[in-house]
């Protein structure tokens, strides 16, 4: 619809179309990847309020006015590979927290330099990780 390349609608169309950009979506985008970014913009938008877990995907075009359902099987395995996707990213997540952490507590240790430095810079106390 535009030199985005998608539009959008609903209560989670800005958390999708947010998404969409961050994975550099655009008109020149496979069909395959396509349809995984758009499932997982889709599903990242149900932290919206009032995004519900239910999809209803279609294939739109690519000649004006043809369309089709995308068949549950391919709907189940988007969700399998959404999932997985999720489990690795918050895997990822929890490393570099645990790493930033360790990183600002040697930061907090430090002692100011012999030279007259200012030491380290202020750290405000962190809670531990859940």
């Known amino acids: 619809m535009d030199l985005l390349g998608f539009a959008y609608i609903g209560s989670g169309g800005r958390h999708a179309a947010s998404q969409l ?3 550099q979506y655009g008109p ?3 069909t395959p990847e396509s349809l995984l970014l758009v499932h997982s913009a889709k599903r990242r938008a149900e932290v919206a309020p009032g995004v519900g877990s239910e999809t209803d995907l279609w294939i739109v075009g690519p000649q004006p006015g043809s369309w089709a359902p995308i068949f ?3 709907h189940n395995e988007l969700d399998r590979q959404f999932t997985a996707m999720k489990k690795t990213e918050e895997r990822a997540l929890q490393k570099s927290k645990r790493a930033i952490g360790k990183f600002i507590e040697k930061l907090s240790q430090r002692r100011p330099d012999s030279q007259g430095g200012e030491g380290p810079p202020s750290v405000p ?3 531990p990780p859940r």
């Open 72 to 74: 549950s099987e391919l």
């Open 21 to 23: 950009m961050l994975d």
């Open 28 to 30: 020149n985008t496979s």
């Open 125 to 127: 106390p962190i809670p």
